[in-house]
C-alpha cells in the first residue's frame, strides 16, 4: 500500500478528506498489529512526528478522543480496545474501497443460470405458461393484450393474453474463507497477510448487509486449522507455523456438512505452499520444496471436495513458478479456479467471484 502525506494547515475534525485518509490509515495499523490498539495508534503518533499530520492544532490525543467519541475504542481494565463498532467500521471501509474498484456490471445479486423461481422481479415479460406463479402476473400487459385481441370490445382475458415478469433466481449461499496464517504469509518482508484479512472483512461485511441469507466462516490454517468467528478477524496473527492445507480443507468441509444452502465454497488465500499434514495423530512437516507425501494427500482432500461438490477458488498470493505449477493441478483435481493476481487486486477477485457465484454443476 502506497501513501501519500501532505502539509494542510486546516482544522482537520472539519476536513473529511484528512479524517478519511487518517482512519484508513490507522485501520491499515491496526490490522497489521493484529487489533491491538494501543500499538496501532503508537505508529500512527510516529508516523505523525515524521510526516508532520500531528501537530499542536491536532494531536494524537486528539485523535484518540475523536475514536472515543466515535464509538470505535473503548478504555477497558486491559488498555484501549476495539469495540463493535469499531470492527464494523473497518468492515465498511475495507468493502467501500474494494467496491470502488469493481466496474459496476460486476456488481449485483447472486446469479444462477436461467430464469424463474422466487426471487426478484425483472422488468422483462413473457406469455404465462403452466406452473407461473400468478403474484408475477402483468396485469397491464395482459389486459393490453386482451383489448388487442378483441378490438377494444371486451376485456375478457384468455390464457393466451396473460403475460408474466421473469424472475432473477436467487441462490442462497454457504462460504467459507480459509486464511493462511503460517508465516510464510510474512516472509521477505512482504505483508500478505494484512491484505488478506482486509478481503475478509470485506466480505464479512457484504454478506451481513446484502446477503443476510447466506453464511460465512473463517478458517485459519498453520500447523493446524481452527475457525474463528468473524468479529475476531483483526486479530488473526501470522505464527511460526508451517502450512496444513489439507487440514483447512477438512475443516471447511465440516463446517459445510452442516449447512443446507443451495451453493456452498471455498475461498483460499494462500502462498500456495502445503507444507505440513498430520501422519498417525503426529504433525508430519517439510517446508523445503514441494514434499510429494504432503501434496499427495493435500490433492486427495481437493478431490474429496469435488465429490462434494464444494468447488474451491484459490487466491494465489506469490508468483513463484513451482507453486502455480501446484495450484493448477489443485485446482484441476477440484475443478475450481485459482486466481494469480497482485495483492491490490486480490478483493477485487474475490468479491467478483463471490457475486457472480459461478459453480460448477457435477
Known sequence: ??????HWDGDPLTNPEFLKALMRLYHTLLLQTNGDVTEALRWLGRLGEQYGFFN???SLDDFKKFLEEQGAIETTAEGLELTTKGERTIRQEALDEIFSALRTDLAGDHRAPGTGGPGDALPETRPF?????YQDLDLRASLRNALRRTGGETTELHEGDLEVHDTERLSSCATVLMLDISHSMILYGEDRITPAKRVAL???ELILTRYPKDDLDVVLFGDDARQVP???IPFAEVGPYHT???AGLRLAQQILGRKKHANKQIFMITDGK???IFDRGRLYKNPFGLDPKIVNKTLEEAAICRRKRIPITTFMVTNDPHLKNFIARFTEVNQGRAYYSD????GSFLLVDFIRNRRRRY
Open 1 to 6: 500500500m502506497r501513501l501519500r502525506y501532505a
Open 56 to 58: 499542536e492544532k491536532f
Open 129 to 133: 405458461q403452466f406452473g407461473d406463479r
Open 202 to 204: 470485506a466480505l464479512t
Open 230 to 232: 468473524l468479529h475476531e
Open 244 to 246: 496444513n492445507t489439507k
Open 274 to 276: 502445503p507444507s505440513a
Open 343 to 346: 495483492l491490490d487486486r486480490l
